[in-house]
């Protein structure tokens, strides 16, 4: 028996991640953005604005790191930050108009990508490794889904 499997689902998981995460990476950045920033921006538009430290956690990402990701986005004109009305020691962070159109653009690309990924598989298909993907992300993270794509970027479910 062999000791390397390559076809194991760890293994494979892991490799087809990496590549998917390369291919995704470019989609991001050809449109300005890195997985982090896109990922911000899609938090933002499904909940609205965010408090930096709420926006850290949910990204999990130290705060000093995360006003490295906002100050290039906020240079750009895609979001803004601005001072709490209810407690002006907290910033709030909003998506801008150029950040919503940034990151539909962006979204396009994302998909464009995951067909040319998933492009073997059926409607079905498709649909039960989403189910899969889901409950072992679930599994992994005791449920958090701040992991995942954004669900504002209007793909169908199923």
Excluded at 43 to 48: A, M, P, S
Excluded at 96 to 105: K, M, P, Y
Excluded at 146 to 158: K, N, V, Y
Aim: hydrophobic content about 40%.
């Amino acid at each position: 028996m062999s000791f390397i499997q390559r076809d194991r689902p760890g293994l494979m998981f892991a490799l087809l991640g990496r590549e998917a995460n390369r291919r995704l990476r470019e989609a991001h950045i050809a449109h300005g953005l890195t997985p982090q920033q896109f990922h911000i921006l899609g938090l933002l538009h499904d909940h609205g604005p965010l408090g930096q430290t709420d926006l850290a956690a949910r990204t999990q990402t130290a705060a000093s790191m995360l006003v490295t990701q906002l100050n290039p986005l906020e240079a750009d004109g895609l979001v803004s930050r601005q001072r709490d009305a209810a407690d002006r020691r907290r910033h709030v962070v909003l998506l801008t108009e150029a950040g919503r159109e940034r990151l539909r653009e962006a979204g396009d690309a994302q998909r464009a990508v995951e067909d040319e990924l998933f492009g073997v598989l059926t409607a079905g298909d498709r649909a039960e490794l989403t189910r899969l993907l889901a409950l072992l992300r679930d599994d992994m993270t005791g449920g958090n889904a701040h992991c995942a794509t954004p669900s504002s970027l209007g793909r169908p479910e199923g």
